[in-house]
């Protein structure tokens, strides 16, 4: 079966599974990403989204993920801020992604494989920050408001060629609902957040790689 890239669109793993008919989602990278002109109502809506992040201590989801090349995956998202995540993919997806507060541990249970990458690159990186400034280093390049649905894509203002993270947030009351990763190459991985909760006490054991085979050395 030809392989399948997952991995939340935090970072790019390939691994055989099923491919259904692709899907059609929207969002590809364009030539050039740059800046969008912002109006007063539109800061004052993304000074709410980053009141919103800062808010957020921990969080535990379901996921629903496809790709634009016909992935689909689901499992169980764990979140706590700064810097830790945890991914558990359900069955037959072999893996698990964990993020320790400095790298983003990549295991994959078939192949007894594990490999580290800086945390502040990838996108989950953005996610995971201590405090969300926008505008700075990340950069918006896009933001549009809906019947009550807010949409703010983002991308590395140093590397403005690596890709977008698209939010999409229900709003009143603002809630992450999704968000959405474009590679260099255009592929979209799209996640959907399911029966999330917020604020609750995570255990720290959570977010620590048990190491199976000394497979991994962080840097």
Do not use: H
């Not at 698990?96 to 594990?114: C, H, M, P, T, V």
């Not at 991308?155 to 603002?174: I, Q, V, Y």
């Amino acid at each position: 079966m030809p392989p399948v890239v997952f991995c939340l669109g935090l970072a790019p793993v390939a691994f055989g599974g099923s491919v259904p008919a692709p899907l059609s989602i929207e969002g590809a990278v364009t030539a050039v990403t740059q800046p969008v002109a912002l109006s007063p109502d539109d800061q004052r809506d993304i000074a709410r989204i980053e009141s919103y992040f800062d808010a957020i201590t921990t969080m535990s989801a379901r996921f629903y993920q496809v790709t634009s090349e016909g992935g689909v995956a689901e499992g169980r998202l764990y979140l706590s801020r700064p810097g830790r995540l945890r991914v558990d993919y359900n069955p037959p997806i072999p893996l698990q992604i964990i993020a320790d507060g400095k790298n983003l541990i990549l295991f994959d249970r078939e192949l007894n494989s594990a490999d580290a990458i800086g945390l502040d690159d990838t996108p989950a990186g953005v996610l995971l920050r201590p405090n969300l400034n926008l505008g700075s280093d990340i950069k918006i390049s896009g933001f549009s408001r809906a019947r009550s649905v807010l949409r703010l894509t983002l991308f590395d203002g140093e590397n403005p060629d690596a890709g977008t993270l698209a939010l999409t947030f229900s709003d009143k009351p603002l809630v992450l609902r999704k968000w959405a990763v474009t590679d260099p190459q255009g592929i979209v991985t799209t996640v959907a957040l399911l029966d999330a909760r917020f604020g609750m006490e995570l255990d720290p054991e959570l977010f620590v790689f048990e190491d199976p085979q000394k497979l991994y050395f962080p840097f």
